[in-house]
């Protein structure tokens, strides 16, 4: 077999957790997307002169973690609303969408990172790649090698050029302080499957419906709503609820949501009527639950993302029964 079919043979494999890995220092799926590309184009480039000293997925992890690296240089990191400042519980306040001064996070689509390990699937909730943004980029990939892609400390130090007791140190910081600013198990409850299922449908046939008084069951009473990239954010349900049902619910028919995932919670794609009648792709909701129901609501305003989920931009109308 010619040396690069092999690679491509051998490497496939680790596509879906190089995404992970990309997406975790970035927070991008089309960032990461990018990387997991130029990653196998470097590893096919030099596939030849690889002398397996050590196993192709560390090889490919080192490529992999020295183009975000490079990515992340003179970057600034990515947000939500909520890491801007206080929520709002005015449901009339302006909505003007970030002008480029925020670089935001995006979603990542379950689809691409099929990871059914607790560490794995844990380490990409939303609030947790979020919360790992704030950390300088050596430390942060460093935890991500360390304690999800469970590489040991001399490994880590020979893929980041350093040595074990700097990988040591700038682990336990990373610890440390995502510790302080990251969720614990007890702020989050992810529901079985069957759950997932009935609250997706009890979500979508609300917004469908415009049936506030069904949605307003699912929410916990301090439920946050954001919507990047617009900067401001709503905090508590009676503010969520007022904004929604004045600004968001739209005529039953002019709305479709579809269930997916991503970030291995609950979301939703939802398809709006544009002015030429047509379903149009329109956004992503990430859906987080935790005590008392529904915790959080990320509205990714980003059309765009409808590809990495694998839908279309526009829908055909449902037919009866659907």
């Known amino acids: 077999m010619p040396v690069q079919e092999d690679f491509i043979e051998q490497a496939a494999p680790f596509r879906a957790e190089l995404i992970a890995h990309c997406y975790r ?74 002008t480029g001064a925020h670089r935001w996070m995006q979603p990542l689509p379950d689809a691409l990172t099929p990871e059914t390990a607790f560490v794995t699937r844990e380490s990409v909730r939303l609030a947790v790649v979020t919360a790992m943004q704030e950390l300088p980029a050596r430390q942060r990939a460093v935890l991500i090698l360390r304690d999800v892609a469970q590489f040991s400390a001399a490994e880590v130090a020979e893929l980041l050029d350093t040595t074990p007791a700097a990988v040591n140190s700038a682990l336990q910081r990373a610890r440390a302080h995502l510790a302080e600013i990251a969720p614990t198990g007890e702020e989050v409850t992810e529901p079985e499957d069957a759950e997932r299922r009935e609250l997706l449908d009890r979500y979508c046939t609300a917004f469908e419906n415009a049936d506030l008084a069904a949605l307003t069951e699912l929410l916990a009473a301090e439920v946050r709503l954001e919507m990047p990239p617009v900067p401001l954010w709503f905090t508590g349900r009676d503010a969520v609820t007022r904004f929604l049902a004045e600004r968001a619910f739209a005529d039953p028919g002019d709305l479709v949501l579809i269930p997916t995932a991503a970030n291995g919670q609950p979301a939703v794609a939802e398809y709006r009527r544009g002015a030429g009648g047509i379903l149009e792709a329109h956004s992503i909701h990430v859906i987080t639950t935790g005590v008392g129901g529904v915790t959080a609501i990320t509205v990714f305003l980003e059309p765009t993302l409808f590809a990495a989920f694998g839908m279309p931009l526009t829908r055909p109308e449902k037919r009866s029964g659907e």
Do not use: K
């Open 25 to 98: 220092m970035l927070g991008s799926v089309h960032d990461a997307e990018d990387l997991v590309q130029e990653t196998y184009l470097r590893g096919w480039r030099g596939y030849a002169a690889f002398e397996e000293r050590a196993a192709l997925r560390t090889w490919l992890y080192r490529i992999a973690t020295t183009a975000c690296l490079r990515a992340l240089e003179n970057r600034a990191r990515r947000v939500l609303p909520a890491g801007l400042g206080a929520g709002s519980v005015d449901p009339d306040a302006g909505l003007d969408r970030d």
